[in-house]
């Protein structure tokens, strides 16, 4: 009798161990299952973002294509074309010593605002306004911070403002001209305050001028992390 009750209480303890280890793989199979569909789910959402970003690259890059080719057909045929004057009014000349108001218009656009500090051509360039207006005894004068300016390109650059003081003498018609100049000049001249003193054949004047540059700007081209 005890060796029957012996042995049925052996066949139920591996019973109970076979039921329990059927449970537990089917426990595990189950967690495993369901963290492989999660893991699954989550791949296929990332792929459909990943798709997404691609696509929206693709269409902005061929609206960019588009809009570069349309750019360079206006500057060969609208900007530049075939015009005897600039923009200026003045003569269309590709001369690179040619005074303002003539010049080509590409030259005209990319002096009007230089990208870069470059205090001895600025005073150059004045140099040449005024020899090119007769303008005796020319003194200009001005603090070169050539030093601590800063010519790196920016993202969201702004006009860096440069005071000059300018002085010299010449006919009344002379510095009428002189100042015309100035204010329809390629490069921004704002004229801050002027004196002048003597008379119609010879005036001494004074001005104040205030110029501008500024630093070029960066592309920013980057890149996106799809997550």
Known sequence: MDK????????????????????????????????????????AAYQRRLLGARRATAAQMEKDKKAAATLV??????????????VLGGKAVTDSNAMPPDGDNARIVLD??????DFPAL??????????????SPQISGTDQ????????????????????????GSYDHVQKLIADFERSTRPFDITSLQLTGNNSLMN????????????KTLGIGSKEVK
């Open 205 to 216: 004047f004074q001005m104040n001028v205030r110029t501008y540059y500024q630093q070029a």
């Open 73 to 86: 057909d206006q500057f060969a045929n609208v900007f530049i074309g075939g015009s005897p004057t600039n």
């Open 4 to 43: 029957s009750a012996s042995s049925t209480r052996l066949r139920i303890d591996k019973t109970n161990s076979r039921i329990l280890t059927i449970i537990v793989v089917a426990v595990f199979v189950s967690v495993f299952c369901l963290m492989s569909s999660k893991e699954l789910l989550s791949q």
């Open 112 to 117: 009007s605002l230089p990208t870069t500090y």
């Open 146 to 169: 050539s030093a601590t300016a800063d010519n790196q390109p920016s993202s969201a650059p702004k006009p860096v403002a440069i005071n000059l003081t300018v002085a010299g003498q």
């Open 123 to 136: 005073i150059s360039s004045v140099e040449k306004i005024l020899t090119s207006n007769s303008i005796s």
